[in-house]
């Protein structure tokens, strides 16, 4: 029992965060193109323009269902350690005048080093939830005669 409020307060916390740059990237999504287009190149901005917010909304909405909250909470971790990737190059290797933030609303205003806190943060609550929602994914499979994973 404590485990599942663990994981759905996680969940919470992510869908929160996912809905609010999700939305915030839709929008002013002119800018967020523009500023993903300056770190990607243009054809490559256009795409993941696109493909960034509607992952958040998306995997959002996976975390509030049973049978795919698992599924949503790894694709939240994976979706988290792109972002810290993306924020750690930023750090260490483009020139700060460079450096384009492609986040939404009050989040752009965190400096780098912020954000980088802020990430590794979210990405170890994600996976975290991901790790704590395994056993509760087993007992709804086993329950519904999928699969029986004793």
Wanted: proline fraction near 2%; glycine fraction near 6%; charged fraction near 10%.
């Amino acid at each position: 029992m404590k485990r599942k409020i663990i994981v759905d307060v996680i969940s919470y916390l992510i869908i929160l965060l996912f809905l609010y740059t999700g939305i915030n990237k839709i929008i002013a999504f002119t800018e967020f193109r523009f500023d993903i287009s300056q770190s990607l190149g243009w054809n490559w901005g256009q795409i993941i323009a696109v493909i960034i917010p509607t992952a958040e909304i998306l995997i959002s909405v996976g975390l509030l269902l049973p049978k795919t909250q698992h599924a949503s909470l790894f694709s939240a971790f994976l979706l988290m350690a792109i972002f810290t990737l993306y924020v750690t190059y930023m750090l260490l290797l483009v020139t700060p005048h460079n450096r384009a933030c492609t986040c939404g609303g009050i989040l752009r205003q965190m400096s780098w080093q912020q954000h980088l806190v802020f990430n590794v943060a979210y990405t170890a609550l994600g996976f975290m939830g991901y790790w704590l929602s395994r056993n509760r994914l087993r007992r709804i499979h086993a329950g519904s005669t999928v699969i029986s994973l004793s």
